[in-house]
């Protein structure tokens, strides 16, 4: 069992940055590759990036992808997500995730977090 909590999550102007924290429980959060995902109202949840287990590969949606950066420490059971020249369509609820089955889609995620709302508006 793991349990992942959230954390930085706010309101900023467009071209802002946040840096959002997931903290994971247990002592197997090196055999999870991590992600985050997003959810904005009234559409469904999304991939917005990944990292591998051993923090060799990332991975990003392309609408994200050289904006946002996705790291991992394995020691202190964190994975962060550094989010830069956010934009307002960027709004929505950030999830953490943690899986170990290939591929990034929602069905194979193993363990959600319950999610901190970004809000880009001027």
């Known amino acids: 069992q793991v349990q992942l909590v959230e954390s930085g999550g706010g309101l900023v102007q467009p071209g802002g940055s946040l840096r959002l924290s997931c903290a994971a429980s247990g002592r197997t959060f090196s055999r999870y590759a991590m992600g985050w995902f997003r959810q904005a109202p009234g559409k469904e949840r999304e991939f917005v990036a990944g990292?591998?287990?051993?923090?060799?590969?990332?991975y990003y949606a392309d609408s994200v992808k050289g904006r946002f950066t996705i790291s991992r420490e394995n020691v202190k059971n964190t994975v962060s997500l550094h989010m830069n020249s956010l934009k307002p369509e960027d709004t929505a609820v950030y999830y953490c995730?943690?899986?170990?089955?290939?591929?990034?889609?929602?069905?194979?995620?193993?363990?959600w977090g319950q999610g901190t709302q970004v809000t880009v508006s001027s």
């Open positions: 990292i591998s287990r051993t923090d060799i590969s990332t």
């Open positions: 995730a943690a899986k170990t089955r290939p591929g990034w889609g929602t069905s194979v995620v193993d363990y």
